[in-house]
């Protein structure tokens, strides 16, 4: 069974920020989670977990190794404490198990899912 690498960005970011980081390691992919220029936002870390696990599991991953930033840290944290059996490893950066998010920002992504001038100037 092989280690998926799975890259999570956080909110107002966008994969592409990845990378590098999947150059330097062939196989691994970058989550596009809901609401970043896509989809529809999801408003809880909660909600987010399930929309994650629903993509790994879609995808037939199997020992996932979540690599987080901001909300795909916590993203990351929430999945490992609530599936602890379906993850190898973490990798967290500048995150934490509780973010405050400033409502906001919430209310500015949701107008941005929309509208790619607005998605632009955010990011």
Request: glycine share 10%.
């Amino acid at each position: 069974m092989s280690v998926k690498l799975l890259f999570v960005y956080g909110l107002r970011c966008m994969k592409e920020g990845w990378s590098t980081q999947l150059k330097q390691f062939p196989g691994s992919e970058t989550v596009d989670i809901p609401g970043n220029g896509k989809g529809k936002l999801l408003p809880t870390v909660e909600e987010n977990v399930e929309w994650l696990r629903a993509y790994v599991s879609k995808g037939g991953h199997r020992d996932v190794v979540l690599a987080g930033h901001g909300l795909g840290g916590a993203m990351a944290l929430s999945y490992a404490l609530k599936y602890p059996q379906e993850v190898k490893a973490l990798i967290l950066m500048s995150t934490g198990a509780k973010l405050k998010v400033h409502p906001s920002h919430f209310m500015e992504l949701e107008e941005a899912t929309t509208n790619k001038n607005i998605w632009k100037s955010l990011v």
